[in-house]
């Protein structure tokens, strides 16, 4: 019997954006803080930073292409109280000297330049993982979807775990380079190679929007 391999389907795909919050990529958020108050944590906010035009050049083609773009978010009650994710361990909680990710704070918020837009969906997850006790999954099926392209931050977190989330619900899985960051550059690239070798397909956004294109062009 044949073995027919199944890669990602471009054209019944969903761009998943991962914490894309002013905490973890606005100059003025809390990892921004984190770097200017302990510069010796080594938090890399440029690199941070560079992923937002990738991502929204992203976004934009996704809408052009009539396909689904889903935001994930990572927020949580001011005492943590919901958090599932070892947040102690990271200085976090009640007792830190400011709200981190905190519900109805503007470092939870989603930073201006990729607003969802009206009808999309805003996925809020307690840990790490954007499938794990969320609504995705089921978001992504009632569309049709088989295959997640994934950016964001940080890449050796909540974005692998969300990668890896999507393999143990059967999705293919596309991560876009350029368009993931870490506070730490060289624990990026580490942990790409990790999901080349099994996870996902890495690569680059102006390959995600070349396919994006050709399938468009296929339909028509």
Not at 3 to 16: C, F, H
Request: aromatic share 8%; charged share 20%.
């Amino acid at each position: 019997m044949e073995n027919t391999m199944m890669g990602p389907e471009i054209a019944k795909s969903a761009l998943l954006i991962v914490d894309m919050e002013n905490d973890f990529v606005h100059p003025e958020g809390g990892f921004a803080h984190i770097a200017r108050e302990a510069p010796a944590a080594g938090f890399d906010m440029p690199f941070l930073m560079r992923t937002i035009p990738h991502v929204k050049r992203l976004a934009d083609a996704f809408r052009t292409a009539g396909r689904p773009v889903v935001y994930i978010a990572h927020m949580v009650k001011p005492d943590y109280s919901d958090a599932q994710f070892p947040y102690w361990r990271i200085g976090l909680g009640p007792g830190a000297s400011r709200p981190f990710i905190v519900e109805g704070t503007w470092g939870a918020q989603i930073i201006d330049a990729l607003q969802p837009r009206a009808g999309e969906h805003l996925v809020i997850k307690k840990g790490f993982g954007g499938f794990a006790n969320t609504p995705l999954d089921t978001i992504l099926r009632t569309m049709g979807v088989t295959t997640c392209v994934v950016v964001g931050v940080t890449t050796c977190v909540c974005v692998s775990t969300t990668v890896r989330g999507g393999v143990e619900h059967n999705y293919r899985m596309i991560l876009v380079k350029d368009a993931v960051a870490e506070v730490n550059r060289e624990t990026h690239e580490g942990e790409l190679q990790t999901m080349a070798r099994l996870f996902a397909d890495v690569k680059t956004t102006d390959e995600v929007v070349a396919m994006l294109a050709s399938a468009k062009a296929a339909r028509n």
